[in-house]
């Protein structure tokens, strides 16, 4: 089935540092890929999304480029903020009317 | 953009009671909504997907009995914990994906609901 990996956490960084996590999927077809945020004690918030090859997502700063030939969608900024810090998920959805398939989350702390 | 609310955001009950948790599509009509559960420092394990007027479909493991899902309109589902126990302590979060094309794939998340069973 559908499956996606990404990066184990927890990653630490100093405020304005380059930041990537990387996430990989398998999947049948041509999926949509996700990347969703979780701020302590909330619920999952959309970051941002892709949903064709070579299809670049961006919000906020963060980017994540749909790379069909190696099945990535890698999370990047190049410069965190402490109010950065949260867990993050890449997803995936397949076509139809199937849940998102997470990863397992990458927890993201950012000092000053 | 489209909003999901939960109600309510923390319940803490004793055990053997049953609580029922509200999901809502806002602004948007959800023909699915899906219900996930989250452990602490883990990610979100989908419990069972709802489709309104019929019956939901749980993932293997989820008790049915246990966890009742009801999708009665487009805009409203629920999950009722029934004779909670401690281990049903958890992170409750339901998504509604929106019945028009638009974001057909996408799926909007509410805020959660922390069920603290004592």
């Known amino acids: 089935g559908d499956s996606v990996t990404q990066m184990e956490g927890p990653v630490t960084l100093s405020e304005e540092a380059f930041l990537t996590i990387n996430c990989t999927y398998t999947?049948?077809?041509?999926?949509?890929l996700f990347w969703y945020v979780q701020y302590p004690g909330e619920g999952l918030q959309l970051l941002l999304k892709a949903t064709k090859a070579d299809d670049k997502g961006s919000n906020k700063g963060f980017e994540a480029t749909y790379r069909k030939e190696t099945t990535s969608f890698h999370l990047e900024k190049g410069s965190v903020q402490v109010s950065d810090s949260a867990v993050y998920f890449c997803a995936l959805s397949g076509k139809g009317n199937t849940p998102l398939v997470f990863g397992k989350g990458t927890r993201l702390s950012v000092i000053a | 953009g489209a909003v999901v609310s939960q109600h309510p955001s923390r319940v803490i009950c004793k055990s053997g009671t049953s609580v029922k948790i509200e999901c809502r599509s806002l602004d948007f009509q959800a023909t699915t909504m899906f219900w996930y559960r989250q452990f602490p420092k883990k990610s979100l394990m989908l419990m069972a997907t709802?489709?309104?007027?019929?019956?939901?479909?749980?993932e293997q493991g989820v008790e049915k009995d246990k966890f009742l899902i009801n999708h009665a309109s487009l805009t409203l589902s629920t999950l009722t914990v029934t004779s909670a126990h401690p281990e049903d302590s958890s992170f409750y979060i339901c998504?509604?994906?929106?019945?028009?094309?638009?974001?057909?794939?996408?799926?909007?998340f509410g805020p959660g609901t922390r069920l603290t069973v004592l």
């Open positions: 998504s509604a994906r929106e019945v028009s094309s638009g974001h057909l794939d996408e799926q909007f």
């Open positions: 999947a049948t077809g041509y999926p949509s």
């Open positions: 709802s489709n309104e007027g019929s019956k939901a479909t749980y």
